[in-house]
C-alpha cells in the first residue's frame, strides 16, 4: 500500500453521534434503534435518489411511528456532535491529505451536519448531489472527482457494514469506526477496524512511509 492522498468518511455514523437524535424524537431508545435501523436500510436500499426527508418519514412509519415526526428527527441530524476525538484527528489529518465526506442525505443536511465537526472538508458528497444512494457508486465517484484522487489512494472511513462494500467495489481500502460493535456478517473484511477514529493517524502514518 503507497500512501494515501485522501481520506473520505462516512457522517452520520463515522464522524457523528446520531443515536441520541433518533432516541429522543421517537420518545425511547428501543424505537430510536429502531428507526435508525429501518432509516439506514431504506437508505441503502433506495438506489436513485428519492427526497431524504421522505425516506426518514417512511422509516418512522414502517416501525409505527407517525410520520409527522420526521421534520424534526433531520433538524436535530443537522446538529449532532462529533465524535469526541474526531475535530483533533481530521484536523491532523488535513495538514498533508485531502479529506471528504460522503453521506445519504440531501445536500442540505449534509452541509448541516458536516459543519458540526469544525473543521473544513474539501468535498461534502451528499446522495442528493450525486443523483443516488450509498451503495451505489455515484456519490463515492462524485468525492473522488472532486478530490482529483485516485480510489487505490484514498481510504474510506466507513460507519456501517454497508457501505465497506460499497467503498470496497470501487478499490478503495477501508477503515471500519466500528463505534457500536456491529457484526461484520459475511460481508468483506475491512482494511482494518477500530471502535475510535484515534488509530486513523497511526493507518494514515504508516502509509505515507512504505
Same mark, same amino acid.
Given at each position: #500500500? ?13 464522524? @457523528? ?12 431508545? /428501543? @424505537?430510536? =434503534? ?10 441503502? &436500499? ?10 426518514? $418519514?417512511?422509516?418512522?412509519? =414502517?416501525?409505527? &411511528?407517525? +410520520?409527522?415526526? $420526521? ?5 436535530? !441530524? ?5 465524535? +469526541? ?33 469544525? /473543521?473544513?472538508?474539501?468535498?461534502? *458528497?451528499?446522495?442528493? *448531489?450525486?443523483? $443516488? ?9 462524485? $468525492?473522488?472527482?472532486? !478530490? ?21 467495489? &470501487?478499490? #478503495?481500502? /477501508? ?11 459475511? =460481508? ?12 486513523? @493517524?497511526?493507518?494514515?502514518? @504508516?502509509?505515507?512511509?512504505?
Amino acid at each position: #500500500m503507497g500512501p494515501y492522498e485522501g481520506v473520505l468518511f462516512d457522517l452520520f455514523s463515522g464522524l @457523528l453521534d446520531s443515536q441520541p437524535a433518533y432516541d429522543d424524537v421517537a420518545g425511547s431508545d /428501543v @424505537l430510536g =434503534r429502531r428507526w435508525r435501523s429501518e432509516h439506514s436500510r431504506l437508505s441503502y &436500499l433506495a438506489g436513485d435518489y428519492r427526497p431524504h426527508d421522505d425516506v426518514v $418519514a417512511e422509516a418512522a412509519e =414502517r416501525i409505527g &411511528l407517525s +410520520p409527522e415526526r $420526521a421534520p424534526a428527527l433531520v433538524a436535530r !441530524l443537522g446538529e449532532l456532535g462529533p465524535w +469526541p476525538e474526531a475535530p483533533g484527528v481530521l484536523a491532523q489529518l488535513r495538514a498533508t491529505l485531502k479529506i471528504g465526506v460522503v453521506t445519504n442525505c440531501s445536500d442540505e443536511l449534509g452541509r448541516r451536519a458536516a459543519a458540526q465537526v469544525d /473543521v473544513p472538508f474539501d468535498v461534502v *458528497a451528499t446522495a442528493e *448531489a450525486a443523483g $443516488a444512494y450509498k451503495p451505489r457508486p455515484e456519490p463515492y465517484r462524485l $468525492a473522488l472527482d472532486a !478530490l482529483d484522487v485516485s480510489s487505490a489512494r484514498t481510504l474510506f472511513v466507513a460507519g456501517s457494514p454497508d457501505d465497506i462494500a460499497g467503498a470496497d467495489r &470501487l478499490g #478503495m481500502p /477501508v477503515y471500519w469506526h466500528n463505534r457500536r460493535g456491529l457484526d461484520l456478517g459475511g =460481508r468483506a473484511r475491512p482494511l482494518a477496524e477500530h471502535d475510535s477514529l484515534t488509530p486513523l @493517524l497511526e493507518v494514515t502514518s @504508516l502509509s505515507r512511509m512504505t
